[in-house]
């Protein structure tokens, strides 16, 4: 993807909503909007651990205080109570969905939100350790799951697999069986080992999840692994050569490291990259300081992302338009970025194709109607062409 042509660019998020596009870093657990949240509390007939307005104000709240190791914790807001805090709301969110109704229920909003943004297929990341009503019964709760979305696919919803996510703090036991779990029942719309958590607190876990990740590969699943977030690009290394990751969620951190950066340009790994929560758990100051606009000049390939769009009150759409305006990217850049969240993804490679042709011919749209092209002096993006070596 060419550097951004101008800073003065004009395109909103009904233009970007328009393009067909994947959302590849989005965990579950940070998709319950706020009325959804409330209505399973009062079900559960559960008390919220503060007031209803500033629920997703994570430090607010005396339940989820920073613990001593934690990634982050300078921002305010959710950031203040760092990524552990933060996962523990999760927690504690996830604990209120107790029947395959309410799973299936949050499995179909979700899809209804995702499409809203213009996301016509997402990977979607789910931690069942967040789940505490489902321990020991992870494969259920991953039918239920399939079910809302299958029924949101046949409403005309978004598509939706899963990418069913270990727990740094796991042990490598709970991982073989997690995996052992997995290749025997192959719930339906799993596609994907993933392992998320905080990496500060936990320490360095690439060895102990090794043979995990290895049995997946082997079983044929997909693999995209947290690192460069919460740990440095060490986690990154670990995570190519030990756990065989095909897309390393966040990976930012990698930009510390050149050797890094060529490793994952040579090898064309994806980054799950998703600057809102970056700056709001406190790793950057703010979007100027993020690395994502080097990642991209540097020629690794990124994709853009929420993480958490509820509790971090965003959605994909708005948050490419922030991009846009901090960055100066134009029609040309954004479309950059929805083929390649496609290439990225783990779709079919019949949904790849479909996709990547509803977007050459939106963009060829938009830049003969001249949305998004940068202010007069400054030639016009070109349309954006699927680059043949990555259409399926
Ligand atoms: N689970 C949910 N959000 C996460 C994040 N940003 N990092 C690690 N694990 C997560
Ligand atoms: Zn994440």
């Known amino acids: 993807m060419p550097a951004p042509v101008s800073t003065a660019v004009r395109i909103d998020e009904q233009d970007i909503r328009r393009l067909p596009k994947a959302e590849v870093h989005v965990h579950l657990e940070g998709t319950f909007a706020l009325a959804e949240l409330l209505r399973l509390a009062k079900e559960n007939g559960v008390r919220l651990p503060g007031p209803a ?84 019964r992870e494969m ?42 997995l290749a025997g029942h192959r719930p339906s719309r799993v596609v994907a080992l993933s392992i998320d958590g905080d990496e500060k607190a ?13 049995a997946a590969e082997a079983a044929g699943f997909h693999r995209t692994v947290h690192a460069g977030e919460s740990s440095g690009p060490e986690g990154v290394w670990d995570a190519l050569d030990l756990l065989h990751a095909e897309r390393i969620d966040h990976g930012v951190r990698s930009i510390e490291d050149p050797a890094l950066v060529q490793r994952l340009i040579d090898d064309a790994v994806p980054l799950g990259v998703c600057p809102r929560s970056n700056v709001t758990l406190g790793l950057y100051a703010d979007w100027a300081a993020h690395p994502l606009p080097r990642l991209v000049e540097a020629g690794v390939r990124v994709t853009l992302n ?63 109607a001249g949305v998004g092209v940068p202010d007069a002096g400054v030639a016009p993006a070109p349309v954006f062409e699927p680059d043949p070596e990555r259409v399926p």
């Open 306 to 368: 929420t993480d958490d769009p509820a509790p971090l009150a965003t959605t994909l759409d708005a948050d490419w338009a922030v991009a846009a305006a901090v960055y100066g990217y134009g029609h040309e850049e954004l479309a950059g970025f929805a083929a390649e969240s496609i290439t990225a993804s783990f779709a079919n490679d019949d949904l790849k194709r479909d996709l990547l042709a509803e977007l050459a011919a939106v963009t060829a749209g938009a830049v003969a």
């Open 202 to 214: 936990s320490g360095r876990t690439g060895e102990k999840f090794r043979d995990a990740f290895r």
């Open 140 to 181: 259920a709760l991953m039918e239920a799951l399939a079910a809302g979305l299958d029924e949101a696919e046949q409403d005309g919803l978004c598509v939706t697999n899963i990418a069913y996510s270990l727990l740094r703090a796991q042990s490598a036991a709970e991982a073989d069986d997690v995996v052992a779990a």
């Open 53 to 136: 307005a500033t629920i997703f104000d994570v430090s607010t709240h005396d339940a989820f205080t920073m613990p001593e190791v934690t990634t982050g914790g300078t921002a305010h807001g959710v950031g203040n109570a760092g990524l552990s805090g933060f996962l523990r709301f999760l927690d504690w969110q996830c604990g209120l969905v107790r029947t395959a109704e309410q799973a299936a229920r949050v499995a179909y909003s979700f899809a209804a939100r995702q499409t809203a943004s213009g996301i016509r297929y997402s990977d979607v990341i789910v931690n069942p350790t967040h789940w505490n009503a489902w321990q020991g």
